[in-house]
Nanobody, 115 residues
């Protein structure tokens, strides 16, 4: 019912910046929230940031002050601006949307922070 495509991942140096995009299509007329999660090899998937339909946002402690989630309603796209990247930010980043209390996930985009 809902399709999500993440993009923008890649290799960046510590202290660098990257902007991830999540483009949504399908039955997306009633999106309640969009979030970003990440999963490093051998670790559990963890919450990074979320934006709700009303515009409110929240962040994981590890992301506060460095990451910013935003949206472009005309493009049905949500962004995650990541600044001051650290090696521990290395992970596959996944987009999650909530539509009528149902969760949908993208396939993820890989972010590698290394010198």
């Amino acid at each position: 019912q809902v399709q999500l495509v993440e993009s923008g991942g890649g290799l960046v140096q510590p202290g660098g910046s990257l902007r991830l995009s999540c483009a949504a299509s399908g039955s997306i007329f009633s999106i309640s929230a969009v979030g970003w999660y990440r999963q490093a090899p051998g670790k559990q998937r963890e919450f990074v940031a979320r934006i709700r339909s009303g515009g409110s946002t929240n962040y994981a402690d590890s992301a506060k002050g460095r990451f910013t989630i935003s949206r472009d309603n005309a493009k049905n796209t949500v962004y995650l601006q990541m600044n001051s990247l650290k090696p521990e930010d290395t992970a596959k980043y996944y987009c999650n949307v909530v539509v009528d209390e149902t969760n949908y996930w993208g396939k993820g985009t890989l972010v590698t922070v290394s010198s």
